[in-house]
């Protein structure tokens, strides 16, 4: 969800909890990453990215390791270390090629994806894309499949390519009837950015009526630049610069976490 005072209650009544499994170590640290890296402190993120890393390997167990090295990405991701992020994910790439485990494979290739959409590898991140969604049979269950959709259309915006995008988004009516919270948002974000590129004004209202009403809770959570873009772009085109140029202010100086470069979109409208 998006409650970030739910995240603070759940962390903090495991956090003090004492455990002696493996297992309920690993699932500790997990949850340290999960929520340093949602709303806490990134610098506490890597550290916790490095101490489940260190204790899936005593393990000696691949699954472990594998979940393990794909959760430490994240602190790196958000925190601008580009090529860390991307070692920790090809290390668990390489165990799942070697092991044999496809849906492990399609989850680590999916978030190839969305790693290189941060960091404006736009052509990297589509072709990753089709290796998880143009299998005989697809890999890693619905999400990642729209996951893998979702990242393909806002990379082809972005790409100038909108044409090529525009099959793959789905009215905003349908995105939010979907269950998960943050990723629906992520395909909103999708929609509207072919919405604005075709100046379809009713479905851009549409999806930034969405955005309005969580907005402040939503921008406040890690990896949310390329939907930070496409509002912003959206605001530019709807209402107006000074809407635009205002979100632009407050996400960038207030609510934005992450620490890898601000978008270019989003950086010209703070230069305006």
Same mark, same amino acid.
């Given at each position: ?46 550290? /916790?990215?490095? =101490?489940?890393? !260190?204790?899936? $390997? ?5 699954? +472990? *390791?594998?979940?393990? &090295? ?82 393909r259309a806002i990379a082809l915006c972005l790409a100038g390519r909108c ?7 789905? /009215?905003?009516? =349908?995105?939010? !009837?979907?269950? $998960? ?5 992520? +395909? *909103?974000?999708?929609? &509207? ?80």
């Amino acid at each position: 969800g998006l409650d970030a005072d739910g995240i603070r209650w759940f962390y903090s009544s495991i956090a003090g909890l004492s455990v002696s499994e493996a297992g309920d170590k690993l699932a500790l640290l997990k949850c340290t990453i999960i929520f340093e890296t949602a709303i806490g402190d990134l610098s506490r993120a890597e550290d /916790a990215a490095q =101490a489940l890393v !260190a204790q899936a $390997r005593r393990l000696q167990d691949t699954a +472990s *390791l594998i979940s393990a &090295l794909k959760f430490a990405h994240y602190p790196p991701r958000r925190l601008g270390h580009l090529s860390l992020a991307r070692e920790r994910l090809q290390n668990a790439m390489q165990l799942a090629e070697r092991y044999r485990r496809p849906h492990a494979r399609a989850t680590i290739v999916d978030f190839l994806g969305g790693l290189n959409l941060d960091y404006g590898y736009y052509d990297e991140a589509i072709r990753l894309t089709h290796d998880v969604t143009d299998q005989p049979k697809p890999l890693g269950g619905a999400f990642r499949q729209q996951s893998a959709v979702d990242t393909r259309a806002i990379a082809l915006c972005l790409a100038g390519r909108c044409d090529a995008a525009r099959q793959l988004v789905s /009215a905003p009516s =349908a995105v939010m !009837a979907r269950g $998960r919270q943050r990723s629906k948002y992520f +395909s *909103l974000a999708a929609t &509207l950015m072919v919405a604005t590129c075709d100046g379809d004004t009713r479905r851009i209202d549409e999806c930034l009526s969405e955005f309005d009403s969580v907005r402040d809770r939503l921008f406040r959570h890690s990896g949310l630049d390329v939907i930070a873009v496409a509002y912003a772009t959206a605001l530019l085109r709807a209402r107006g610069r000074h809407p635009a140029v205002e979100f632009a202010h407050w996400y960038a100086c207030v609510a934005r976490r992450d620490r890898l470069p601000l978008p270019a979109q989003l950086a010209a409208l703070l230069e305006a």
